[in-house]
């Protein structure tokens, strides 16, 4: 799985639509979605512009899930 960002709401939208059914994904509202590798071609050929954040590492993740998130004493 990879982390991509969009760099417009339209962008986001049309990926979904492109990838439901096809791909399993996660979507945020900060504009990242992770995808599977394999979905990058198909947004391309889409041509649905996106930037490519980088592989899903955990801990780059639990700061999109909560990034209020408070340590617990």
């Given at each position: 799985?990879v982390?991509i960002?969009?760099?417009d709401?339209?962008?986001k939208?049309?990926?979904?639509?492109?990838?439901v059914?096809?791909f399993?994904?996660?979507?945020?509202?900060s504009?990242?979605?992770l995808?599977?590798?394999e979905?990058?071609?198909r947004?391309?050929?889409e041509?649905?512009?996106?930037?490519?954040e980088?592989?899903?590492?955990?801990?780059?993740l639990?700061?999109?899930?909560?990034?209020a998130a408070?340590a617990i004493?």
């Amino acid at each position: 799985m990879v982390l991509i960002r969009f760099t417009d709401a339209e962008s986001k939208r049309r990926a979904l639509e492109t990838l439901v059914g096809e791909f399993s994904f996660k979507t945020w509202s900060s504009g990242e979605m992770l995808v599977p590798e394999e979905a990058l071609p198909r947004l391309a050929r889409e041509d649905i512009p996106f930037t490519f954040e980088g592989s899903a590492a955990y801990e780059r993740l639990a700061t999109l899930r909560d990034p209020a998130a408070a340590a617990i004493q």
